[in-house]
């Protein structure tokens, strides 16, 4: 059954294989025209000779971060950086390795160790050794054949995720990306599933080895990393992080939040989108991933820092808009073209400032009454005008 | 800005219904004239916008797409409001896809603004063989309640640009006014007189 997974690696390896350095012809340059090409995990972008160059540069900047990793894993001792989280000893070289760790993730896990740095700094490794080794192939094969609502939109969910992808669109691509969500489908009732959630857990098959890691990344990402109840019944943990940003985006941007409000545009209509498919439908596979890089060890604040920073970057170009849909095309078009996983990153870690978790906890605990009341009085008002047309 | 006889105006639309009922795909054929069998599903809503012309009046739709999951309900307040059209599709192969509709138009008609040009959708038109929605108890129904209704097909593109254009005939704005004296401010008259003028128009 896990063979699937095999052909997966073996296809991925081939991309890197395949892609040769892009040198956009002089005539290409001169029409300033849009090329179609293949990222590194196998997405058709679309983008013009610069956007090509930039993707050059990013590979070569992503081979150079690779030696970094490399030499460090020889200096340091494989898995030096498993040894930053134990809590119980407080060597200074473990408090030094911490900082460089957080500082090097920050710059971006090499593709290929991205595997194994993710599973054991998110708790996915930890998580998994939990429960009997054969937990996944147990579960994955009992509900199999089962049908539920939630396996039903999954079914209907597969040809629609990335569409076009030369492993996910293909029969067993669909086959594996069925057999993560409908397990965790069954792990968790109250999540079932969501759609958003294969979009997540297609790049998550992408870059983990095995389909098995994969589930477990999507489980420690569900129950650990990000807010409780994003992705159950009515999405109240989603709720609850929209009104957080906001009111981060006042404190942070205070004239891009004051301009929009003037427009009365409310910015959840873009960032819902962000938050439930962790950017993976709008931005750039490997700026999504390194996004994910520092999801994945520093948190879920992670995600208000890029969102903070798209709407920075763009501050000035924002502030002269004064039309919803010259709005939504600045942000749209940004994002799309940020092959440039630093220049989103610099952005969201240095310039929007330092925000700890703790902060984002308490604006949580201090939204999350007003969400709740708010989504329970829609809902009675619901049922009253369905039951009075009955 | 608006010369006499030529006008532009923006108007809000949002697409709601049933999960792969084709609300995209409506969308993807109306604003760009393409079909594809395999539409990535929407998170959230997308955003999109599209002009059509009524005699001397350009119509600029912002189209907010939203994603058709039961659990995603929960957002299209924020998509809906101040919308000045709604068209709620359903998938005419699919019963439980125009229950859904229907739930959407009760919602519709008990939290949203009374000026919103409601239409209904039967999409998917094209899949005649597999029907499960009968075209002309959809009729009364939609008659009933005030919506203006058509069967679509967005793969052969069958009424999808008369869709968006009958919406845009029936937007308010493009309605020559009825009553000139609604436009008098409430002071200038008494209750009883605003009663009746109120009642005259209905």
């Not at chain 2, 029907?131 to 203006?148: C, I, S």
Request: aromatic fraction near 10%; charge should be neutral; charged fraction near 25%.
């Amino acid at each position: 059954m896990y063979g699937g997974t095999h052909g997966k690696i073996d296809l991925a390896i081939e991309y890197q294989a395949q892609i040769p350095i892009l040198r956009p012809s002089i005539r290409a340059r001169r029409a300033n025209i849009t090329v179609k090409f293949q990222d590194l995990y196998g997405f058709t972008v679309e983008g013009n000779v610069d956007d090509v160059n930039v993707l050059n540069e990013v590979r070569e900047k992503v081979r150079e971060q690779g030696r970094v990793w490399w030499s460090l894993e020889a200096s340091k001792g494989v898995n030096w950086y498993l040894q930053t989280q134990s809590s119980t000893t407080l060597k200074f070289s473990v408090l030094v390795n911490g900082i460089t760790l957080k500082r090097l993730i920050r710059k971006g896990i090499p593709p290929s160790l991205r595997p194994k740095v993710w599973f054991s700094l998110s708790g996915a490794a930890k998580k998994k050794s939990t429960v009997p080794e054969s937990y996944y192939k147990d579960l994955t094969s009992a509900v199999q054949d089962k049908v539920t609502p939630a396996t039903k939109q999954i079914d209907h969910d597969l040809p629609r995720t990335f569409p076009g992808h030369p492993w996910l669109d293909t029969p067993e691509g669909h086959a594996t990306l069925r057999r993560v969500l409908v397990g965790y489908s069954f792990r968790d009732s109250d999540v079932g599933y969501c759609q958003g959630l294969n979009y997540v857990a297609a790049l998550l098959l992408l870059v983990m080895k095995t389909e098995e890691d994969a589930f477990w990344m999507l489980a420690v990402l569900l129950e650990d990393v990000l807010v409780n109840d994003c992705y159950t019944n009515n999405l109240s943990g989603c709720h609850v992080e929209q009104r957080v940003f906001k009111d981060l985006l006042t404190k942070k941007c205070p004239r891009i939040a004051a301009h929009l409000e003037a427009m009365e545009f409310d910015v959840s209509l873009v960032c819902t989108e962000w938050f439930l498919c962790l950017f993976s439908k709008s931005l750039p596979s490997e700026t999504t991933l390194r996004v994910w890089d520092v999801l994945f060890y520093e948190g879920a604040k992670a995600l208000f820092n890029v969102a903070l920073a798209i709407f920075k970057m763009n501050e000035e170009e924002l502030l002269m808009a004064h039309h919803i849909g010259d709005v939504i095309n600045i942000i749209q078009r940004t994002t799309h073209h940020l092959f440039d996983p630093d220049e989103l990153l610099t952005v969201a870690f240095d310039k929007i400032g330092f925000m700890t978790t703790t902060t984002i906890s308490k604006e949580r605990k201090k939204q999350e009454p007003a969400v709740l009341a708010e989504l329970d009085q829609r809902l009675r008002r619901l049922n009253s005008v369905n039951e009075d047309d009955k | 800005m608006a010369s006499s006889g030529n006008k532009n105006i923006n108007s809000k639309l949002v697409l709601l219904g049933d999960s792969g009922a084709g609300k995209s795909s409506l969308v993807l054929r109306f604003v760009k004239g393409q079909f594809i069998e395999f539409q990535e599903s929407t998170i959230g809503a997308a955003f999109f916008s599209q002009t059509v012309a009524v005699n001397d009046t350009t119509v600029k739709f912002e189209i907010w797409d939203t994603a058709g999951q039961e659990r995603y309900h929960s957002l299209a307040p924020m998509y809906y409001r101040g919308a000045a059209a709604a068209v709620i599709v359903y998938d005419i192969t699919n019963q439980e896809s125009f229950e859904r509709a229907k739930n959407w138009v009760r919602e519709l008609q008990a939290q949203g603004n009374s000026n919103t040009v409601m239409a209904l959708a039967g999409n998917k038109a094209d899949l005649i063989d597999a029907r499960k929605v009968p075209e002309e108890a959809t009729q009364t129904y939609a008659q009933e309640n005030g919506l203006f209704f058509m069967e679509t097909s967005a793969k052969t593109a069958t009424n999808v640009n008369e869709l968006f254009y009958e919406i845009a005939k029936r937007l308010p704005r493009l309605q020559p006014a009825p009553n000139p004296s609604g436009m008098v401010l409430v002071d200038n008259q008494s209750p009883s007189e605003r009663a009746a003028s109120a009642s005259c128009c209905s």
